[in-house]
């Protein structure tokens, strides 16, 4: 006699609720349907799975160490229907996905890791980029969806909020406002600011808070790329706002990292093309939004 899902299931919901009942009502059967099916099941496997009482049941020896074995078959039950679901909707390939600042962030490897787990056909191609391009390869079509840190200028693209943190200046640890809890955007903005050089424009002017600036700021550096915005930071030329998460994950020497608290916080989105919606792109903005 050969095993079925079904009955994995069946075996499974019992042996979580330890009442007929209750998974009865669990898996949407009767309870006689039920109990056919688990007496099928132990004629299948040749020993009993549970202990009936009129107070209690209770899982056997055999069936605790069987329990295991069971959960993992409907596990690649499940991630094989997935992938049939895939392959029907034509969602198999390979599927690009662009970072920008956000490996510091706790989003980024869950959803990772979740999307490898759940879609194990599916090829996830990560590639990480810097300030020169804020949209994580979208603008140029290099990537299929990306975790980006809005706003930017191109119009072609959607996007989704995920999460918001707030931004810290970074200072050379001997400057004047090193030592502070938080700074207003007043006290730093006479100081010689980074410039960010061949990037987008929107972008660049988020991060140098030009909203809130009479004139335009004072050039002490200009780079590319994070590591130029802290280099210089640290060697007192410049200052530059990073995010809460990265700020946090620097261990830099030479380096402080000061909140600013009264600027607005920095985005982290999941953005895609309007032109590419693809399956597997929905799969990933469904899972990057499941919260």
Same mark, same amino acid.
């Given at each position: 006699? %050969? ?12 042996? #979580? ?43 056997? #020896? *055999? ?25 029907? /909707? @034509? ?6 996905? @662009?970072?920008?600042?956000?490996? /510091?962030?706790?989003?980024? !490897? ?54 918001? #943190? ?11 406002? +090193? ?37 335009? !700021? ?13 280099? +210089?930071?640290?060697?007192? *030329?410049?200052? @530059? ?11 830099? !020497?030479?380096? +402080?990292?000061? %909140? ?13 093309? %309007?032109? *590419? ?15």
């Amino acid at each position: 006699m %050969q095993i079925d899902a079904r009955q994995l299931r069946y075996f499974v919901a019992v042996a #979580e609720e330890l009442n007929f009942t209750r998974a009865a009502e669990r898996l949407n059967v009767v309870q006689q349907s039920l109990s056919s099916a688990i007496a099928r099941l132990e004629a299948a496997v040749g020993f009993k799975l549970f202990e009936r009482s009129s107070r209690a049941v209770t899982l056997t #020896e *055999r069936g605790s160490q069987w329990l295991p074995h069971a959960r993992e078959a409907l596990a690649a039950i499940d991630r094989a229907q997935m992938a049939a679901d895939d392959l029907a /909707a @034509g969602a198999a390939g390979t599927l690009r996905v @662009g970072l920008v600042a956000t490996a /510091a962030i706790e989003l980024t !490897p869950r959803v990772l890791r979740g999307f490898a787990e759940r879609h194990p056909q599916v090829q996830l191609r990560t590639e990480h980029y810097g300030f020169e391009d804020p949209t994580g390869g979208l603008r140029d079509h290099k990537t299929d969806v990306a975790i980006v840190r809005p706003p930017f200028a191109v119009d072609e693209l959607d996007l989704i909020v995920v999460a918001s #943190e707030p931004r810290y200046i970074a200072l050379a640890s001997e400057h004047r406002l +090193a030592q502070r809890a938080s700074v207003t955007f007043d006290e730093l903005v006479d100081e010689p600011w980074i410039e960010i050089v061949e990037s987008d424009p929107v972008w660049c002017e988020f991060w140098r808070v030009s909203d809130r600036r009479s004139t335009p !700021p004072r050039v002490g550096a200009s780079g590319r790329t994070l590591d130029d915005l802290l280099e +210089a930071a640290r060697a007192g *030329r410049a200052v @530059g706002l990073v995010p809460a998460s990265v700020a946090r994950s620097q261990t830099w !020497p030479g380096l +402080a990292f000061v %909140q600013v608290s009264d600027v607005p916080q920095s985005d982290v989105a999941i953005a895609w093309r %309007q032109d *590419r919606r693809s399956a597997l792109v929905e799969k990933f903005i469904a899972l990057a939004t499941d919260r």
